[in-house]
């Protein structure tokens, strides 16, 4: 079998064949290539939803993957995120023998050039359709009128996207301005007033990975503007994408 020299996203370079069988550890890796090749999965974590009737080997979580049992599927290629994964995960499945490819992603157009490199190189694909159609809905000039936001991801404590983020980015690309970006970390913890003190015009409330609701949320903010948002529209790359745009902007721009 002839092999072929590929490179991820941070600069590991992988000899891979052809590829027929494949573990994913990420839930937006997971449905991209679900949608594009799903004879190719025999593999994902438990939190990887969608496609809703995804019929594989289920090998716990992100954080914590089952090695052995991936090890067991015998999978050609393992697909990683440098942030969703853990390195130490990453170098056990290596050392067991694996190919492992890790995507890094943080901003809109590291997703575009991730995910064509994923299909082309790793996969030895063409570029999905959605992907191209993601790309060109994603190229429409960012709206004029812009809103000053925070974007809590986790309640008790408070926690919120911060800086150099995927989702930082796809904001900006909608008109938002993160109040956090300037605070350390790109997850930082800050307290209810703290947030407050940074006066929002919006507080945008995604549905994960805490599930925020009209009930369980807006509570918190009184007096300000709340967006109940997918967080599957403003988190994952992937097929998402390319319907994502038009329905945040709907729900941010009231």
């Known amino acids: 079998m002839q092999l072929r020299q590929v490179t991820d996203d941070l600069g590991t370079t992988l000899s891979l064949g052809t590829v027929t069988r494949v573990v994913s550890l990420v839930p937006s890796l997971t449905e991209s290539i679900a949608v594009s090749a799903p004879e190719l999965l025999v593999g994902a974590t438990d939190w990887c939803t969608h496609p809703a009737d995804l019929d594989v080997t289920r090998i716990r979580g992100t954080k914590n993957p089952n090695v052995a049992q991936i090890v067991g599927l015998e999978p050609d290629l393992v697909v990683c995120n440098q942030e969703e994964n853990r390195q130490v995960d990453v170098q056990r499945l290596r050392a067991a023998g694996c190919a ?70 796809l904001l900006s690309r909608l008109g938002i301005d993160n109040a956090c970006a300037d605070q350390p970390g790109r997850y930082p913890q800050l307290s209810l007033e703290q947030l407050t003190a940074l006066r929002p015009e ?24 709340c967006a109940l948002v997918s967080g599957r529209s403003l988190t994952w790359y992937g097929p998402s994408l390319a319907s994502a745009r038009p329905s945040l902007l709907a729900q941010l721009h009231r």
Do not use: K
């Open 202 to 225: 919006l507080v945008v409330l995604p549905d994960e990975p805490y599930l925020f609701t009209p009930e369980d949320g807006p509570d918190a903010f009184p007096g300000l503007a």
């Open 100 to 169: 492992v490819w890790v995507t890094r992603i943080e901003t809109l157009d590291e997703a575009f050039d991730s995910l064509r490199r994923l299909f082309t190189a790793a996969l030895d694909r063409p570029i999905p359709s959605w992907l191209t159609e993601a790309e060109a809905v994603w190229s429409h000039p960012e709206p004029q009128t812009r809103l000053r936001a925070v974007v809590p991801i986790w309640r008790d404590p408070w926690m919120v996207v911060g800086r150099d983020t995927f989702t930082g980015d």
